[in-house]
């Protein structure tokens, strides 16, 4: 049977499993909806692009043939980065006026329209309620929790709503407004926290990236650090989490439908429209429209965070939007502070294929096209990279954050390119007067420190710790570090 190309992708899904069962089969053993809806928009999307074909991704399983490269001789196929502090015309950028005014647009550009895509300029406004609040304890501390809805205006289609859930939790008592670490897809207190998100197919988890609001405390570890949470309140720092699915779904079928899919109306997206990476970053920046308005927050101080797949998704809502102070980037690889030029782990291809390449604009796809109209392209091809991604955060607060393969966090992610980013950032930093890694070395040559060696002495730092696919153990690390550039006085605010 040959599903009818006029069909849109809902009535298609509906037609299929329809088909299934007259065939005699279950929806649910014949078919997954989702994979099969994400494949033909997939589809869609490479037929907009004129592309025949694109080159599979390496596959994460050493054993297998197709495995992905963990040879340093083979790692930097395109060893020369754009350069950050140069003008498309050439020109060196010497001042900040300069680059704010001539080279950060250009990069911004660049982004926009081939890796990340653009936030429509017709997005609708939220409009935010606090739906409950509630007294209640973080550790020995008292705090004030507030649970938060952001309703999108749906009028341009009534057919889609968008919720975007949020919670904030502030110390009790405090003195004055305090600074707030906003967390993509972190637990917030059970008084206030939504329940937990469910995915098709994934048993309730929302993603690699981490735990979904409300879900039940993991107990830790024995001589563990507190949780995040406890140590920011005991610190005097108020935490929010929002919850990326309520903003926008983590999969391709779900392009339709979330804040991309109600600007589209429903329909598929166009080449340089927005991927999830960026609406979820979209999302935050809503939730700091909020927290602007809130007289218990110190909205000149709100940082984000978050891990994985969240870890990309932090990393472009503070590049994009300066009004974010401070970011804590955990174990982000490739999409994040990974270099795509490097030839480690996971692959410019792996996010141009099926299960990942909603997180990017369509047009990212070109870069893993070994057939289309105008020939192939690949990651030597892409007018920027991760250490521009960086560069974009500059000079406010920037810390990246990775674990070790013996616990869990990857090889794939590729620790090693996300330290030359990083390093290869180093000089927007330093011309914008903020201080850098402290890393004197060219990043092609540039190795990391050891782990559990931070590089903290500066607004942008680097830190390895010897845990798993986590920012917990960075934590401790983190705060004294933002409180010192922030020029905080934590004795001063507390209760």
């Not at 704010?100 to 409009?127: A, H, M, S, T, Y």
């Not at 429903?266 to 429209?289: F, I, Y």
């Not at 109209?373 to 250490?387: E, I, R």
């Amino acid at each position: 049977m040959k599903t009818p190309q006029s069909l849109r992708p809902g009535w298609a899904v509906a037609w299929l499993a329809a088909a299934a069962l007259v065939a005699g089969l279950s929806a649910q053993t014949a078919i997954d909806t989702t994979d099969w809806t994400a494949a033909q928009d997939h589809q869609n999307m490479m037929d907009q692009l004129h592309i025949k074909a694109l080159r599979p991704g390496p596959s994460g399983n050493e054993s297998a043939p197709n495995h992905a490269n963990y040879d340093e001789a083979l790692a930097n196929p395109y060893p020369n980065l754009p350069e950050v502090l140069r003008l498309k015309n050439g020109r060196k950028v010497t001042t900040p006026a300069m680059w704010w005014n001539q080279r950060r647009p250009e990069i911004v550009e660049d982004f926009e329209r081939e890796v990340l895509g653009r936030i429509p300029k017709n997005v609708p406004k939220v409009n935010w309620e606090v739906v409950k609040t509630a007294e209640a304890r973080v550790g020995s501390h008292a705090v004030l929790g507030k649970q938060l809805l952001g309703y999108v205006d749906n009028s341009s289609d009534p057919n889609i709503k968008v919720d975007i859930q949020m919670t904030l939790v502030v110390p009790a008592g405090a003195k004055a407004p305090v600074p707030v670490m906003m967390m993509f897809g972190g637990r917030s207190i059970p008084e206030v926290a939504f329940p937990a998100p469910v995915f098709p197919g994934r048993g309730g988890v929302p993603g690699r990236g981490g735990p979904g609001p409300g879900r039940a405390p993991v107990a830790p570890p024995a001589n563990a650090d507190p949780p995040a949470m406890e140590q920011l309140i005991a610190d005097g720092w108020g935490f929010a989490t929002i919850n990326p699915g309520s903003i926008q779904a983590d999969n391709g079928a779900g392009l339709t439908k979330g804040i991309i899919g109600l600007v589209n109306k429903g329909q598929p997206r166009k080449p340089d429209d927005w991927g999830s990476l960026r609406a979820w970053g979209w999302g935050a920046s809503r939730g700091l429209d909020y927290l602007e308005t809130d007289p218990a927050v110190n909205a000149k101080q709100v940082g984000i965070e978050g891990v994985s797949r969240y870890g990309k998704a932090a990393l472009v809502t503070m590049a994009f939007d300066t009004r974010f102070a401070v970011v804590l980037i955990g174990s982000s690889g490739e999409g994040g502070a990974k270099l795509h030029r490097r030839n480690w782990g996971e692959a410019v291809e792996n996010l141009t294929g099926t299960g990942e390449y909603h997180w990017m604009a369509g047009n990212f796809l070109k870069y893993g096209a070994s057939e289309a109209d105008f020939g192939s392209k690949n990651a030597g091809d892409l007018p920027v990279d991760a250490h521009e991604l960086l560069a974009l955060c500059a000079p406010r607060l920037t810390f990246v954050s990775y674990g070790v393969p013996e616990k869990g966090d990857a090889k794939w992610l590729d620790h090693q390119g996300s330290f030359m980013a990083a390093v290869a950032a180093q000089p927007v930093f330093r011309l914008l007067g903020a201080k850098d890694l402290g890393v004197s070395a060219d990043y092609h040559t540039a190795r990391m420190p050891p782990v559990n060696v931070g590089l903290l002495d500066g607004q942008l730092a680097w830190r390895q710790h010897d845990g798993g696919h986590t920012d917990g153990p960075n934590w401790k690390y983190f705060i004294p570090w933002a409180d010192k550039f922030l020029h905080r006085d934590t004795a001063g605010n507390r209760p």
